[in-house]
């Protein structure tokens, strides 16, 4: 049994440290989502695959905990933590600014420790070359940032006419918007990893095109899948993309 500084847990509660685990899915949200993005994937995969989706600060049962708004912090911060759960083969998935830190934390776990995922999964996430200048979210008031998550038709409509759920989500999603706000990409070395990408038939967000540039940052096997839906096709594909996923992940 693997023995962890018990600080890791809270960014990756739902790790068993089952002897019989065979690989380790870390999943990433998008902006706004927390764990509970990914509360029905366990019953979907066998015993022998651990779904551990991360717990940010700031966010959900760590509200009380300052956020990080800068990406590089942000990622250095993960590596650290979840260091210690890579004792068994991972993979990593990630939806949208998720993708983005998927992404990142595989470069860097490459370059500072010689290790990579078994496969990297992207979904709703354009090319980190082709990031889009997009409108600065953050520091928007109140009311033009709701306006904008209409827009993006992520969040049910009665949630966005709740004054009190919003009160309470605002500080996390501008949290999460600055973090996408300040990422910057570099370009490497692709990585050795298979890497599969999923998106939106109708997503306004990230096109086809965008999608399909993630085959420069792989040398190893490359898949593209669109689904029907928006930016947010994850919820109701959710079983389709599951089902992708275990075929590619050879498990």
Not at 88 to 104: C, D, N, R, T, V
Not at 162 to 185: I, T
Request: proline residues 8%; hydrophobic residues 40%.
């Amino acid at each position: 049994m693997l023995f962890c500084n018990p600080d890791s847990s809270i960014w990756f509660p739902t790790v068993r440290y089952s002897p019989s685990t065979r690989l380790r899915l870390f999943c990433f949200p998008y902006a706004g989502g927390g764990i509970s993005v990914f509360r029905t994937w366990e019953k979907y995969f066998p015993e022998s695959v651990e779904v551990c989706p991360i717990q940010l600060p700031g966010r959900s049962a760590r509200f009380r905990e300052p956020p990080i708004v800068q990406f590089s912090s942000l990622i250095k911060a993960i590596i650290k933590k979840i260091r210690p759960f890579l004792d068994k083969p991972f993979a990593f998935f990630g939806h949208s600014l998720g993708g983005l830190i998927a992404y990142e934390i595989s470069h860097q776990l490459r370059s500072n420790y010689s290790i990579e995922p078994t496969h990297l999964i992207i979904s709703g996430c354009a090319s980190p070359c082709c990031k889009a200048k997009r409108k600065v979210l953050s520091n928007l008031p109140g009311q033009e940032l709701i306006s904008e998550l209409w827009k993006l038709n992520g969040t049910p409509d009665e949630l966005l006419d709740s004054e009190e759920f919003m009160a309470l989500s605002l500080p996390s999603l501008r949290a999460d918007f600055a973090l996408y706000e300040s990422y910057q990409y570099s370009s490497r070395v692709p990585l050795e990893c298979p890497l599969t990408v999923f998106g939106g038939m109708e997503d306004r967000e990230v096109d086809w095109r965008q999608l399909e540039l993630w085959k420069n940052e792989t040398e190893g096997m490359f898949s593209l899948y669109q689904l029907p839906g928006d930016h947010f096709f994850l919820h109701k594909e959710e079983i389709t993309v599951l089902r992708f996923i275990l075929r590619n992940l050879d498990i």
